[in-house]
């Protein structure tokens, strides 16, 4: 099923005018953004009511969702495979508009890294530490993030509520055999909940601060997570250095993200994290925060949570 | 398509099977790997390093040595037939005049990777001092390792026992490498991000996650994640994957050989003639290496010239020649420098002294031009370049080499801390982390190089002057002296912020 997009993508490279692909490798960022994030039915990881959201028509009519892996051929149209083809281009490459993101990433897979090996006593320097593990990836990363973790050993699921970002994942994924055997769902937390899938760690990041209901979904999280397994939830404090970086320095002066992607009224402080993860039955062993040096562009981890921070908490064994 | 595939390992099988030619003779150690060089079989490997040179084969001990990354299967692509028979140096006879400077900090490389113990096996000559001048007469410096704290300012090595000691360390470790003992013809990228595959079913085609695909000259083929150019100043990698590279040709080639004195010999002396330096290195027993740099008429002509002359020549550029000797000043009395007494280096009480005689010249003579090159980025997608393929510089310190043992040590580091958090190794922002730490210390030492080669280029009343206050500054100023050499033995990596 997955293994069949490849083959239908090149036959349709082979066949498809060129000039298409060609034009602009970087589509309006808005868009692209809007894209990935809301889809085409404006649902966020959670079935709980999303907030009024601003109505707009994504690119392209998607059909809905028609259920966990939808990945169907004969539901594809060429004109939508061209233009997955093309997100996923600029999605994927690390110089691209996407680069915070990427740059991002190491410095996430560090942390999880070490708080992973040390909870489920593996070794470090293994280079796939975390063989035999399931994982599950709730969030709109596209992959960035399940497909390290896949290279790492484990067994990682990857979800997400917009078919698009599915796909995207998908067709990536597929180019490695190593990171192949990753289970894209496009489905929410709840629904997994419901299907009474279980994981050893619960990765959510820079989820929480898009969801409606963030208590509701740190319970459904919890849900997922195995009795002492790991749940590790990363994103922006609520606070004013956050407002200042985040929103302000990320929005409207680098232009990382379009404007509106984060409201500061939806980021949780570290306490109130702590606290709704505490209701749910997991314990926050230890935090995190995430430092720019905008001299080398990279990311590092650090002790101030007050912008960007990543927790990671236990399952406290319950009754 | 079972049938196909059915037969394909088919083949596959009775290929291994088939008998392997025995390509040595002696008991040197062999390279355990199956005969890789059939065409039409398309090899997988994570890495492919062209170039089985010693900054390429330092690589692949590096990745060896490493938990992280000893599991990554290396191809090393080289025609030299030395790798792939196993090479057995002769410990006696004279020295070979093709000789690296070894600072301490790539000694400590060499030892991290297990590949020191070797080199101490072969002819090797720890020097502790080091003199350098000039023709004008008006200033000399001493350095001294006792200055530093240290016990050797460096070690000089031949070449060839530097590259059969990372041949034999490596041996001696199961790293799942492969030689392909050929060289490289093409380089295919999947042009798009998403696979879209080979054109031609005919000519196999690399595996998902593969993207490279290398063509050698004996038709065979191999795929690889990653590909790490480390052929050398004239890299093919580089040629292929198009990066654009700045440079100059200095106006000088330099005659390299061997020469014997009656005494032995601990001491560096590099002194400074109008044409060139002129560098005497100790390298085992009473032999020295020379390497002298001039213009290319006179390398042409001492290149030829009889051998009484040549030694004449290199006495007289060592000695009298071109200016005199200069004063070496008295006990700790630094002239002008004389309030810094309390701190004054044991190097600076020192008197100037004559390099010994050379009387016997024992190897031939090499000679080859001098340039200054540098490409404009190290490493792009999936393509990545070290040591000279990168950069080459003047030998006028020694540098060259260890600057390429700099970049094998920081890229393996890169590619491990990339494989613990799950990175694909052929990743751009992966290769330029490294790109970002290499190329600000080669530029940094470039361009030092580069400030003295022309600095001592030209014959200028003023500009001598300045160069002798320069070897005074250098002498009696002990924390210059320090920093100087620390920065040369590669112990901090930028000249001025460490």
Redesign the interface.
């Known amino acids: 099923m997955a293994s069949k997009l490849p083959n239908q993508l090149r036959a349709l490279y082979a066949s498809t005018t060129r000039h298409r692909l060609l034009s602009p490798r970087f589509p309006n960022l808005n868009e692209v953004f809007r894209d990935l994030l809301l889809g085409s039915n404006g649902r966020l990881f959670s079935d709980a009511p999303s907030p009024p959201q601003v109505s707009f028509s994504p690119s392209t009519p998607v059909p809905p969702p028609s259920g966990p892996n939808t990945s169907a051929p004969s539901s594809l149209n060429q004109k939508e495979l061209v233009e997955f083809f093309a997100s996923a281009e600029t999605w994927w490459d690390s110089e691209g508009p996407f680069r915070p993101l990427h740059a991002m990433n190491p410095t996430r897979l560090a942390f999880i890294r070490s708080t992973l090996c040390r909870h489920f006593g593996r070794d470090p320097c293994s280079p796939r530490a975390f063989e035999g593990l399931k994982f599950v990836d709730v969030g709109w990363c596209g992959g960035i993030l399940s497909e390290p973790l896949a290279r790492m050993g484990a067994t990682v699921t990857g979800v997400d509520a917009v078919e698009k970002n599915i796909k995207i994942a998908r067709l990536h994924a597929d180019l490695d055999p190593l990171t192949s055997t990753i289970e894209y769902c496009c489905t929410t937390a709840e629904k997994l909940v419901e299907e009474q899938r279980n994981f050893d760690a619960v990765i959510s990041l820079e989820v929480i601060e898009h969801v409606a209901d963030p208590a509701e979904f740190c319970k459904s999280l919890a849900a997922l997570t195995v009795a002492n397994g790991a749940t590790v939830i990363s994103t922006i404090n609520r606070s004013m250095r956050a407002y200042a970086t985040a929103i302000v320095a990320a929005e409207y002066i680098l232009h990382w993200l379009p404007k509106g992607t984060h409201q500061w009224s939806s980021f949780l402080t570290s306490d109130e994290l702590v606290l709704i993860l505490q209701r749910a039955s997991i314990s926050v062993k230890e935090m995190a925060g995430f430092a720019y040096n905008p001299l080398t562009g990279r990311w590092s981890l650090s002790d101030d949570i007050s912008v960007n921070f990543i927790a990671y908490g236990t399952k406290t064994t319950s009754e | 398509m079972n049938r196909l595939i059915e037969r394909k390992i088919a083949e596959n099988v009775y290929r291994l099977k088939a008998p392997k030619k025995n390509l040595c003779t002696d008991t040197t150690a062999k390279v355990p790997s199956s005969n890789p060089g059939q065409p039409g079989q398309v090899h997988q490997h994570d890495i492919a390093i062209v170039g089985g040179g010693m900054v390429g084969m330092a690589l692949a001990c590096s990745l060896a040595s490493m938990?992280?990354?000893k599991?990554l299967s290396v191809a090393i692509i080289d025609s030299n037939p030395a790798l792939f028979n196993g090479v057995g140096v002769k410990k006696e006879g004279t020295p070979d005049p093709r000789v690296s400077t070894v600072t301490p900090a790539t000694i400590s490389f060499f030892k991290d990777i297990g590949a020191w113990k070797y080199v101490e096996d072969n002819r090797h000559a720890y020097f502790d001092k080091m003199q350098v001048w000039d023709y004008t007469g008006l200033g000399y410096t001493r350095y001294n390792a006792r200055d530093v704290n240290k016990d050797v300012l460096g070690c000089v090595v031949e070449n060839r026992v530097l590259h059969s000691s990372l041949l034999s360390c490596i041996q001696s470790t199961d790293f799942p490498k492969t030689i392909y003992p050929s060289k490289l013809m093409t380089l295919h990228q999947n042009s798009?991000?998403?696979?879209?595959?080979s054109t031609s079913s005919a000519s196999p085609s690399c595996?998902?996650?593969h993207p490279v695909k290398l063509d050698l000259s004996d038709g065979s083929s191999l795929c690889a994640k990653l590909v790490v150019g480390a052929d050398g100043s004239k890299s093919r990698v580089r040629e292929l994957a198009g990066f654009k590279t700045t440079g100059w040709n200095y106006s000088q080639s330099a005659i390299i050989c061997t020469v014997e004195h009656s005494v032995e010999n601990h001491c560096a002396w590099q002194r400074f003639l109008p044409a060139g330096p002129i560098a005497l290195l100790p390298v085992g027993d009473n032999f020295s290496n020379i390497v002298w740099t001039m213009n290319p008429k006179e390398a042409a002509d001492r290149k030829v010239m009889n051998e009484g002359d040549f030694l004449k020549d290199v006495n007289y550029a060592l000695d009298y020649g071109y200016g005199p000797h200069p004063r070496s000043s008295t006990l700790g009395n630094g002239g002008i420098f004389s309030w810094l007494k309390p701190d004054v280096t044991l190097s600076a009480n020192e008197s100037f002294e004559v390099p010994p005689k050379v009387v016997k010249l024992a190897s031939e003579r090499m000679a080859f031009p001098l340039s200054l090159m540098h490409a404009n980025n190290y490493a792009s997608k999936h393509v990545v370049l070290i040591g000279d393929a990168a950069h080459t510089v003047h030998p006028l310190a020694g540098q060259g080499v260890n600057l390429g043992f700099g970049d094998a040590s920081s890229l393996s580091r890169v590619i491990a801390?990339?494989?613990?958090?799950?990175?694909?190794i052929g990743?751009?922002?992966l290769l330029k982390?490294y790109e970002?730490e290499r190329k600000l210390e080669n530029i940094a030492m470039m361009a030092v190089l580069d400030g003295i080669q022309k600095a001592y280029s030209v014959d200028f009343g003023p500009l001598n002057i300045l160069r002798a206050a320069a070897f005074h500054g250098a002498n009696y100023i002990s924390p210059l002296k320090r920093s100087i050499i620390s920065y040369a033995s590669g112990e901090q990596r930028l000249p001025i912020f460490s």
């Open positions: 938990l992280l990354t599991h798009s991000s998403m696979g879209v595959g595996e998902r996650g801390e990339g494989i613990a958090v799950g990175t694909d990743e751009v922002s982390k970002a």
